[in-house]
């Protein structure tokens, strides 16, 4: 099958989006499909010969500018995606891209999957502090993007839920992201030790994401400062970057002289991080599908994070750590887990309860909707009202530029 991803963010930006579509892409490569991934011009790309990665023409997106969104190559993605006689369309975002999507699939008469990878109503902060887009407007926003596709993919339950309370008619799977499952690498974990001089008996704690607001990396450090109190070598290692960096700093600065923060690592050196850590940290409450989770769980590092359905269905045993319901509780979980884990009550993950969460699981039941959605009649795509597509396209042109600039200014 020739098939189609399009996303507003993809290598090298950094994300769990980003690593989630890769995964994917080369899962169904593996299985001997023919993948071509449709993204934003990106100043940093080293890809530019490779010809299975289109990019669109793009500018930074406004009050989030290491993400990017494009401004114009639907024509371009049409003629490539002729060029390369795909299938079949899968989206991962509900704008820029999403939308070029949405108009090859109309033009070629061919189906489109899209996957809801983000609950925005926990990120409008974003943009322009909430002004633009409020939590109410986000509901109505993916009603009319999501009810135009012909199946949509969830990662979690809680994510199917609240796709169908914003009245989404359309056909709905629920394929929770899959990972690789890494071999343990004792060479490179080593020398991570020595970098950063880590003693036999520290106890590392592991927070990996993106810094920024929605992920309530404050709550770790606040409950960072109780852990130390009962776990004297305990330290905690920040890996990623972020707009929430410095202040992140300054708080952890004030708080303890045992957490570091290392920055944004190579995709290729995530797994060494988490094989070197005891315990991984999380206080999020916007992660839909959880990709780090996922990716702990692989390396074999037990988790706390805050409790909900999607989580306690990936926690069938008491191997993959612990849930806590309230951010007080959040001290008292790790330090009880890591209690239990010293005393020899909890076992390390086993190998074979990883095959649900395999990258070879999730490009299997993504490929089998795939064929039931390409066995069926065709969506009626891109029936929006012509009352409704200039608001839309004025709404994209206020997200890009910001409501006080007018769309001359675009490159």
């Known amino acids: 099958m020739n098939i189609g991803l399009f996303t507003d963010t993809y290598f090298p930006q950094v994300s769990g989006v980003s690593t989630s579509i890769k995964s994917l892409r080369d899962e169904l490569v ?23 990665i289109i990019r669109l023409p793009s500018i930074p997106f406004v009050s989030f500018e290491d993400r990017r969104i494009a401004y114009a190559g639907f024509d371009k993605a049409l003629r490539a995606a002729r060029r390369f006689k795909l299938d079949l369309i899968h989206t991962h975002t509900e704008f820029s891209l999403g939308l070029s999507g949405l108009y090859v699939a109309s033009r070629m ?16 902060h974003y943009i322009l502090d909430g002004d633009l887009i409020q939590a109410k407007h986000v509901g109505a926003l993916t009603k009319l993007f999501c ?12 994510t199917y839920e609240k796709l169908r309370e914003y009245g989404i008619k359309s056909d709905i799977r629920v394929i929770p992201t899959g990972v690789k499952i890494p071999v343990y690498n004792d060479t490179r974990v080593q020398a991570l030790k020595e970098r950063y001089q880590v003693a036999d008996n520290d106890v590392l704690f592991l927070s990996l994401s993106r810094l920024s607001k929605e992920k309530s990396l404050d709550k770790v450090i606040e409950a960072f400062a109780e ?33 570091e923060f290392v920055g944004e690592v190579n995709h290729s050196e995530v797994s060494d991080y988490y094989q070197l850590c005891d315990i991984y940290l999380n206080a999020s ?27 306690e269905s990936l926690m069938p045993e008491a191997c993959f750590g612990e849930l806590f319901d309230e951010e007080r509780s959040l001290a008292q979980t790790a330090v009880y887990f890591h209690q239990e884990m010293e005393e020899g009550h909890i076992m390390p993950i086993d190998t074979k309860a990883l095959n649900a969460i395999s990258v070879e699981t999730f490009g299997n039941r993504v490929m089998t909707y795939y064929q039931d959605v390409s066995g069926k009649k065709k969506h009626s795509l891109f029936n929006i009202p012509d009352i409704v597509m200039p608001r839309l396209k004025n709404l994209i042109r206020d997200v890009v530029l910001g409501p006080e600039k007018d769309s001359s200014e675009m490159p």
């Not at 852990?227 to 303890?256: C, K, M, N, W, Y």
């Not at 916007?286 to 989580?311: C, D, H, M, V, W």
């Open 30 to 52: 593996r299985q001997g499909h023919f993948v071509v991934i449709f993204t934003t011009t990106d100043p940093n790309a080293t890809d530019r010969a490779d010809e299975t």
């Open 109 to 124: 008469k061919i189906p489109v999957i899209h996957t809801y990878h983000t609950l925005y109503e926990k990120y409008t």
């Open 227 to 259: 852990i130390e109190q009962v776990i004297p070598h305990a330290r905690l290692l920040f890996v990623g970057d972020g707009p929430a960096r410095e202040e992140l700093e300054i708080q952890a600065q004030e708080t303890s002289n045992k957490i």
């Open 285 to 311: 409450e916007s992660e839909t599908q959880g990709l780090t989770y996922l990716e702990a769980f692989a390396n074999r590092l037990p988790i706390i994070a805050k409790r909900n359905p999607y989580l």
């Open 147 to 158: 009810n135009q596709v012909d199946g949509i993919i969830v990662p979690s339950e809680m």
